[in-house]
């Protein structure tokens, strides 16, 4: 169990123990950050299991599953679950998991915005790398 920080005190990125640090390791996946989007436009609805799995193309119904069940576990999701065969499972975002929305949005925006120059800097640094004969 860890302790949790003084109010007012700053995190050490590079401590294991750091709330940001730990944060991203719960949040900074692709899966993560797609059905936050996805569950945020969708509110105040819930979205079904399969109805996530098909808007995120890539995910495997096991990944995603341990996405949403660890999202669960930090309280970002709601689960609901229809007693019916087989089950219908739902899903929606808690306040918490709401506020999670506006950072990950900034995050895109960063994306969408700086992608083009980090992948010409990656084929710059692959040119180089393949003539240099470093190795």
Known sequence: MTTPPK???RGDLFDPECPTRRLLDRIGTKWTSMAVKILAEAEPDEVRFAELRRRM????????STTLRGMARDGLVARRVEPTVPPRVHYRLTGLGLSLEVPLAAVRAWAEEHMVEIDRANER???AADGSGDG
Do not use: Y
């Open 125 to 127: 640094s692959e040119s």
């Open 57 to 64: 193309p890539g995910v495997s119904q096991k990944m995603l």
């Open 7 to 9: 109010p007012g005190a």
